[in-house]
């Protein structure tokens, strides 16, 4: 996704598993004892299922770069380790 500052914010797109509930700050804090500062993604959209070929893989052109609906780390008043 393009940034306001510089380079690009990573934005991830995650389908939960049927009948789970997923909280991104869970996923930002396993990404922080995982990833590099510089991977966490300050974007995270949940969606239902992706959009496919016909050979099953995900059709990347067709994934959202609008930031309007999903997750904003920035605006979550979250504080990763290396921000603090």
């Known amino acids: 996704v393009s940034s306001d500052v510089g380079d690009e914010d990573i934005k991830v797109?995650?389908?939960p598993?049927?009948?789970k509930r997923l909280d991104p700050l869970e996923l930002i804090r396993w990404c922080e004892r995982h990833l590099a500062y510089f991977q966490i993604p300050r974007y995270i959209e949940l969606?239902?299922?992706f959009p496919l070929t016909p050979t099953e893989r995900i059709r990347k052109d067709q994934l959202s770069t609008?930031?309007?609906s999903c997750f904003d780390l920035e605006h979550s008043g979250?504080?990763?380790r290396r921000a603090t």
């Open 13 to 15: 797109f995650v389908k």
């Open 17 to 19: 598993v049927a009948g």
């Open 47 to 49: 969606v239902d299922a």
């Open 66 to 68: 609008s930031v309007e």
């Open 78 to 80: 979250y504080r990763t």
